[in-house]
């Protein structure tokens, strides 16, 4: 059960500055359905703005976003830029079956909200996507880790194929993300995070 190895992760252990904390996540060998399905799920275009079928869902995202917006404030001044990255990840964290409040907190603990970061061992951008992702689903250029909606997109689906891999489970799914499977510290501090951005989205 997750709940018995969540603990509270103090504010000062979550990264507000320097190096990006990103693991020695592992390359290994995948399928070729499985490399077929990953390329296939980075590979659509930027996603259109989001539509509604009821007022209420609209407003209720609105709202969301109005909140984020002003949580997101100090480590983002800009008000369009934040907007273009909030829209961003809850497009991509519900295009991936992925609770935004979680993509949100792993941004947090991975980047600090730094679309430039780059770790001890390569990984980059936002959520610390590792440049061999580039040639085994996108397109080779890990350059293009970099750019906003396909840093989003490469970790929203990386991350729902290790959940997948580890059937759901979300501690141990988020330690294979990081390079460390079975170690409390990095999904403990994904899951303190998390409580900051958990209010609703829909």
Known sequence: MIDRRVCLALPALLLVGGNAQAGAQAEEPLTHAVRTALSAAVAERAPPKPTFARIEDRLAYLRWLGAASDRLKRRKAE????????EAVWYESRRAGLET???????????????????????????????????????GEPSRLFHLQTNLRFGCVILRHYLEREKGDLFMGLGRYNGSRGRAEYPNLVFGARRQWDFPTT
């Open 79 to 86: 008000h369009h830029v934040r907007i273009e990255f909030l």
């Open 101 to 139: 409040a979680l993509v949100l907190g792993l941004i947090q603990v991975e980047s600090g909200f730094r679309k430039y970061a780059i770790s001890r061992v390569g990984a980059r951008g936002y959520m610390q996507v590792m440049p061999f992702w580039a040639r085994l689903i996108g397109d």
